[in-house]
């Protein structure tokens, strides 16, 4: 299936009845989690895991993806009228959209960020459409050997892009693969770490983890924050066309920002935020004005805003060809697909190329969507900021425990989501990443299937590992992730010791 | 608590649990295997536990001569967060035994309070209003089956 054919054959899977109401559950959600300060998308994904599971997969996708892209679109609306951002990548944002918002200009301001998202998405989908059967066309090529490389490398990125030092989070790794080991082997079948129990013997169920994780340690942090007194400034829909000049120079940046962003999406680590901070300099650069930048130039806005969802959307790349997350948000959507029993890596397109084409082709149904809702009801999403945050909290513990039960009427989960979210709200304390503990416990099956397998494969001769070259070239890619910040780090030891000597 | 402290206690808390799970794993039937060839089903959980075994052991080692640039306690008081933990815990002894309209009541109440609700008369009509029309969206809107309460039968 070529990427005409395949986009063609995604939009009958997204235009469908089920999967177009998925799709504006999801970016719905996701335009109110990026309005309001505090839940993000991770977290709301996470909560929302559980309505997944009478759902198809490619129909679950479908809104979990909505919700992270359309967390992106929201993010500018407290930017620009409250200067919060309800969203880390949105933190540009502030600087000149608050200042356009003081202008009066707040809903051009909105405007030019919600188009320039929606360019910014179609861009991406484009890249996403071409470039990702290249990559997964080595599908059929894959063994157990180069599932286990892809593992470790997926791990190692995601270790290495989160933040954290690199002991703690190889604790995180160890303790996510410790966990997915409680319950039956995958090839003998015994029983590990059971106690005798037997709601253990089925292993640990990864939703309530990541609930917990997420949801749950998420409101025992926030339990101290300072609710948000400030109040939005008013925003009037007969003031959100731009004028003729703002849109003159609103068109360029929009372009470079959304393929900027696209690229750096395809780089591991925080990049929508790298994004929109490069793209605000090169608009700046670039510009006849550049005084202007800081007190209220648009190219501040429109640039860094199609940045982000050009960045949100190029991540999709090396999750949906190879099943790397590169972004914390791609690790939930990772998990998301594990639970609903897909194969991932590149043999997804293969093997479901209903999800792939399905959630490719209604990230465009979405964006549309997006720019349709984010415009005529602004308003209604300003009023969000109103509602007083103890109501949210309270609602959302609720819907913690409740979705949590809906799962499979278990106690136990319940108790599981409990001890997740102190484990999670301990972990942030002593700043560990819990995402890196789901992504090991999601993969932790699949990463000990695949190492068993090829121990079988190879008479227990890892070295034969190495020699077969798309496992080799992983692990040598997953090595390398390993030790380039302990080298990039030599030359200043080198000098520190240097200036001891002199 | 100090952050290094409570560092230092976490990095002894997940060094023990490595070892603990690299002296459980060749116990477990089957072992580690009979050779590379034939792995055992302990041999991936040796390997997990061995690798947090070294990365805590790491953390402790990393965490220890710090001791001259000791930071004053950081952490804020944890009595909100404990309340929260304890509504949360009282909603999962409650649901099986009481129901869900008590248990979520209790809960939803608990979090406003928590939450810093002003009034206590708003925060019981709130969480009434809430558990009623909470149960209308789970158990008839999305056909979630909550327990039959075995207090009241």
């Given at each position: 299936?070529?990427?005409?054919?395949?986009?063609?054959?995604?939009?009958?899977?997204?235009?469908?009845?089920?999967?177009?109401?998925?799709?504006?559950?999801?970016?719905?959600?996701?335009?109110?989690?990026?309005?309001?300060?505090?839940?993000?998308?991770?977290?709301?994904?996470?909560?929302?895991?559980?309505?997944?599971?009478?759902?198809?997969?490619?129909?679950?996708?479908?809104?979990?993806?909505?919700?992270?892209?359309?967390?992106?679109?929201?993010?500018?609306?407290?930017?620009?009228?409250?200067?919060?951002?309800?969203?880390?990548?949105?933190?540009?944002?502030?600087?000149?959209?608050?200042?356009?918002?003081?202008?009066?200009?707040?809903?051009?301001?909105?405007?030019?960020?919600?188009?320039?998202?929606?360019?910014?998405?179609?861009?991406?989908?484009?890249?996403?459409?071409?470039?990702?059967?290249?990559?997964?066309?080595?599908?059929?090529?894959?063994?157990?050997?180069?599932?286990?490389?892809?593992?470790?490398?997926?791990?190692?990125?995601?270790?290495?892009?989160?933040?954290?030092?690199?002991?703690?989070?190889?604790?995180?790794?160890?303790?996510?693969?410790?966990?997915?080991?409680?319950?039956?082997?995958?090839?003998?079948?015994?029983?590990?770490?059971?106690?005798?129990?037997?709601?253990?013997?089925?292993?640990?169920?990864?939703?309530?983890?990541?609930?917990?994780?997420?949801?749950?340690?998420?409101?025992?942090?926030?339990?101290?924050?300072?609710?948000?007194?400030?109040?939005?400034?008013?925003?009037?829909?007969?003031?959100?066309?731009?004028?003729?000049?703002?849109?003159?120079?609103?068109?360029?940046?929009?372009?470079?920002?959304?393929?900027?962003?696209?690229?750096?999406?395809?780089?591991?680590?925080?990049?929508?935020?790298?994004?929109?901070?490069?793209?605000?300099?090169?608009?700046?650069?670039?510009?006849?004005?550049?005084?202007?930048?800081?007190?209220?130039?648009?190219?501040?806005?429109?640039?860094?805003?199609?940045?982000?969802?050009?960045?949100?959307?190029?991540?999709?790349?090396?999750?949906?060809?190879?099943?790397?997350?590169?972004?914390?948000?791609?690790?939930?959507?990772?998990?998301?697909?594990?639970?609903?029993g897909a194969k991932t890596g590149p043999m997804l397109m293969v093997e479901s190329p209903e999800i792939f084409w399905g959630v490719t082709s209604s990230m465009y149904v979405g964006n549309i969507m997006l720019l349709l809702l984010n415009l005529p009801l602004i308003g209604v999403f300003v009023a969000l900021l109103r509602l007083p945050m103890y109501l949210i909290s309270s609602i959302v513990a609720l819907l913690c425990v409740v979705g949590t039960y809906a799962i499979s009427n278990s106690i136990l989960d319940l108790w599981v989501l409990l001890l997740s979210g102190v484990a999670g709200y301990l972990l942030r304390q002593l700043k560990f990443e819990p995402v890196i503990l789901l992504m090991a416990l999601a993969l932790g099956p699949i990463l000990e299937r695949s190492l068993l397998q090829s121990l079988y494969l190879t008479q227990g001769n890892l070295e034969e590992i190495m020699a077969r070259p798309i496992a080799g070239t992983m692990l040598t890619i997953a090595l390398m992730v390993l030790i380039y910040p302990l080298l990039r780090k030599l030359p200043a030891q080198f000098q520190k010791l240097k200036s001891i000597h002199t | 608590m100090t952050a290094r402290t409570s560092g230092l206690l976490c990095a002894l808390f997940f060094v023990l649990l490595g070892g603990g799970q690299m002296y459980l794993a060749p116990r477990l039937a089957g072992g580690l295997g009979l050779s590379a060839a034939e792995p055992g089903p302990g041999l991936f959980p040796m390997m997990t536990g061995a690798l947090m075994f070294i990365s805590a052991t790491a953390l402790l080692v990393q965490l220890l001569p710090k001791a001259q640039t000791e930071e004053a306690a950081q952490y804020r008081s944890p009595r909100d967060v404990i309340f929260l933990i304890a509504a949360i815990a009282l909603y999962i002894f409650l649901l099986p035994r009481a129901g869900f309209f008590v248990a979520a009541f209790l809960l939803l109440f608990g979090a406003l309070t928590i939450f810093d609700m002003p009034s206590i008369w708003r925060r019981l009509m709130t969480a009434a209003f809430a558990t009623v029309i909470s149960y209308g969206v789970f158990t008839l809107g999305l056909s979630v089956n909550m327990p039959n309460p075995t207090w009241f039968n």
């Open positions: 299936m070529n990427a005409f054919e395949g986009l063609a054959f995604g939009f009958s899977i997204a235009l469908q009845g089920q999967n177009l109401l998925a799709c504006f559950a999801g970016v719905l959600i996701g335009t109110v989690v990026g309005v309001l300060p505090g839940i993000g998308p991770i977290g709301a994904m996470a909560l929302l895991l559980p309505v997944t599971y009478s759902m198809t997969p490619a129909g679950a996708l479908i809104m979990l993806a909505g919700i992270y892209y359309g967390s992106m679109y929201g993010g500018s609306t407290t930017s620009i009228l409250l200067k919060v951002p309800g969203e880390v990548s949105s933190v540009i944002t502030t600087i000149d959209g608050y200042q356009m918002a003081r202008k009066g200009r707040a809903g051009a301001a909105l405007f030019v960020a919600a188009v320039g998202s929606f360019v910014a998405g179609s861009i991406g989908i484009l890249g996403l459409a071409f470039l990702a059967p290249v990559l997964a066309s080595s599908a059929l090529r894959f063994g157990p050997p180069e599932f286990f490389a892809l593992c470790i490398l997926g791990l190692l990125v995601l270790s290495r892009i989160t933040g954290s030092s690199l002991v703690r989070a190889a604790i995180m790794v160890a303790l996510g693969l410790s966990l997915s080991t409680v319950g039956m082997e995958p090839m003998s079948g015994v029983s590990r770490f059971t106690f005798g129990s037997l709601e253990l013997a089925q292993g640990l169920e990864l939703v309530p983890i990541a609930i917990g994780l997420f949801g749950i340690a998420e409101l025992l942090s926030s339990v101290h924050e300072k609710l948000n007194s400030e109040k939005p400034l008013k925003v009037k829909l007969k003031e959100l066309l731009p004028t003729k000049l703002e849109w003159n120079r609103a068109q360029w940046p929009i372009v470079r920002g959304s393929i900027l962003g696209f690229l750096f999406g395809l780089i591991p680590g925080p990049t929508a935020i790298i994004a929109t901070f490069s793209s605000y300099a090169l608009e700046r650069k670039l510009s006849k004005h550049p005084e202007e930048f800081g007190h209220g130039a648009i190219e501040g806005v429109a640039g860094p805003e199609s940045a982000n969802n050009g960045a949100a959307q190029g991540a999709f790349i090396p999750l949906l060809a190879l099943g790397i997350p590169f972004a914390p948000a791609s690790a939930m959507l990772l998990t998301a697909l594990l639970i609903h | -």
